[in-house]
């Protein structure tokens, strides 16, 4: 108790004797409070100046600087899958195949023409090509080992980074649209089976009866690879691979309009034969689709390599980092890595200043481009030229 009261009284005479100096150094540390204070204030006023907020959406990436944005050429560029072989092919279907993908072109280019955003026109072409059965996508859809048709989608928004994807859909006329509304309409950026299917009904999406999605020759193909697994089977041998072209088919499209803006969409009715509710590359945001600020791309090919290598995002990535060029860049992941790994397929690549790469290492991939003339251009082989600008 006694030492307390010493120590306390200590202190009092310690702040007695000393008062002066303490009442200089109080003041010396309420000026340099002030002072502080006011740097801050004068960096906050500074970060919510109308400079800061006006920072682009996608700061990472960046966007075109108003002399870059006056001077683009809206472009669109289609594929229609990989994996097209001659022997499957008669001159009557190719036909066919050709005015899809002109119609499809068109429909995208009446957009950008427009002056529309570049995610209108992905959504116009790639409409198109799921209303055709020519196409593995929407209407021309392949069928699971159960006899059904599961349908995958994505788009993606290069100069705001949103995506949107749907996978496992059956009743969705055209999956690119809930992929687009499942981006701009709710939290989220996948969406699977049935609840993708609710979720549809009420954002007033078009749902059909499962059979709008049944046609001949896809059918036929899945009765064929069922006949050989059973053949099998019997045999106690082991299940035949299937073909390549098993895991072809997919339909894509890229745009970039007249703000300088890419957007970037893929659809898919997955693999024949596919079983367990497999997925692949196409409804996976930077597999089979990817667009940024700078590069936009949709793949077609087998989806299990394509998902391994993150190859749409690999392809933008090279551009943005290594300074590759589109082609280098997609030459080197569809055409290099993708078959060191054991697989194949294409891809369609559109950069913001209006380059194209058409990457592919199958016989032939269904491809196409449209520039601000409103003509298309289509090919089908790989011996066949497409005129490019």
């Not at 050709?98 to 790639?126: C, D, F, N, T, Y």
């Not at 599961?150 to 055209?174: C, T």
């Not at 339909?251 to 997925?279: E, F």
């Amino acid at each position: 108790m006694n030492e307390g009261i010493r120590y306390k009284d200590h202190l009092h005479l310690v702040y007695h004797d000393h008062g002066l100096g303490k009442r200089n150094s109080m003041r010396t540390m309420t000026e340099s409070f002030r002072y502080v204070l006011m740097l801050i204030l004068a960096s906050a006023m500074l970060f919510i100046s109308p400079t800061h907020a006006a920072q682009p959406e996608h700061p990472v990436l960046g966007d075109l600087d108003a002399k870059a944005a006056s001077e683009v050429t809206p472009r669109l560029v289609i594929h229609g899958g990989a994996g097209v072989e001659r022997a499957g092919l008669s001159a009557e279907d190719a036909s066919q195949v050709r005015e899809k993908l002109e119609a499809a072109l068109l429909a995208g280019h009446a957009q950008l023409k427009q002056g529309k955003p570049a995610m209108e026109a992905v959504s116009a072409a790639i409409t198109v090509l799921e209303d055709a059965p020519q196409f593995n996508a929407g209407r021309g859809a392949v069928f699971t080992h159960e006899g059904r048709n599961e349908l995958d989608s994505s788009v993606m928004d290069g100069a705001s980074g949103k995506a949107g994807a749907v996978a496992g859909v059956r009743r969705v006329k055209n999956p690119i649209l809930l992929a687009r509304k499942v981006m701009e309409s709710s939290r989220h950026v996948m969406m699977i089976g049935t609840g993708a299917e609710t979720f549809a009904e009420e954002q007033g999406i078009e749902l059909v009866d499962p059979t709008y999605f049944r046609t001949e020759k896809r059918w036929d193909a899945l009765q064929k690879i069922l006949k050989l697994e059973a053949a099998a089977q019997e045999q106690n041998q082991t299940l035949p691979e299937l073909p390549g072209k098993a895991y072809f088919g997919t339909v894509g499209a890229l745009a970039l309009d007249v703000q300088g803006h890419l957007a970037a969409g893929t659809s898919t009715g997955g693999m024949t034969n596919k079983r367990y509710g497999r997925v692949g590359d196409a409804p996976i945001i930077g597999a089979g689709t990817w667009a940024d600020a700078r590069c936009a791309v949709s793949g077609t090919g087998w989806g299990e390599f394509y998902i391994r290598a993150a190859a749409a995002h690999d392809i933008c990535a090279r551009v943005a980092y290594a300074g590759q060029s589109l082609q280098q860049a997609a030459d080197m992941v569809i055409n290099q890595l993708i078959p060191a790994a054991g697989g194949d397929g294409g891809a369609i690549a559109l950069g913001v200043d209006g380059s194209m790469a058409f990457p592919f290492n199958t016989e032939g991939m269904y491809r196409g481009w449209i520039g601000i003339d409103g003509v298309p251009h289509v090919a089908i082989f790989a011996d066949e030229a497409l005129v490019l600008p």
